[in-house]
């Protein structure tokens, strides 16, 4: 009966690994679709950044940034997601973007989030 | 001199709004495709954490992770993206899996970041 038993665990490992890995792979399909949305992302932020530093425009927007937040709140729930992290990345990227826009913005060239075509 | 200048800039800062704007659409549009990837990826990391709750495997995985870190690296150079922040963008998806799979782990039913099919 012990072996029988240690059997089916064995099967029942096996089948999880399977299962395991199969999931990894969509989760690194995943991360690639969203690293290289997240690339493009950062090319149209890298725009604003620099129309900001020419028009002495604030790195920072409140308005905007409350408007992509409750957007984004609804968006999640609509992928049945939850709404709270939605929130949590969005201030992530954007406390990013902000510190990469002071850092255009008082000139400094090795700030790139994104290569610009010239370098 | 003075009001021509004037005109002149006022034209410079309404063709730079029309861009910002533009810029902006897309950025959200971005969002908007991450924000779904985003939420199928953790249906995936959801299921994981099943099996490695099933299983009693550990939460996190120090081996995948560091995998993981090393191709979302290339991928983000292959994307002329900063592997920096492509690494700082998975260590923060990272943590927030793994703290979700230890919810999970410990039977706590509100944890989810996705909303299960049951729910």
């Known amino acids: 009966m012990g072996s029988e038993t240690t059997t ?3 099967d029942d490992v096996a089948r999880a690994r399977e299962l395991l890995r199969d999931l990894r792979a969509s989760i690194d ?3 690639a679709a969203i690293v290289y949305l997240l ?6 932020t890298e725009q604003v950044g ?3 530093a020419a028009h002495k425009l604030p790195a ?3 308005t905007r940034e409350r408007e992509q937040i409750a957007r984004l ?3 999640a729930k609509d992928a049945k997601f939850n709404p709270d992290f939605a929130e949590k990345f969005l201030n992530f990227i954007v406390k990013e973007v902000i510190r990469h826009h ?3 913005a008082s000139g400094s060239t090795d700030a790139g989030l994104v ?3 010239q370098s």
Chains 1, 2 share one sequence.
Request: charged share 35%.
């Open 39 to 44: 690339a493009e992302r950062f090319r149209a």
């Open 73 to 75: 709140r609804t968006l």
């Open 102 to 104: 002071e850092a255009v």
């Open 60 to 62: 920072a927007d409140p």
């Open 29 to 31: 399909n995943f991360d």
């Open 8 to 10: 089916a665990e064995q």
């Open 50 to 52: 620099r129309l900001k």
């Open 115 to 117: 290569q610009s075509a």
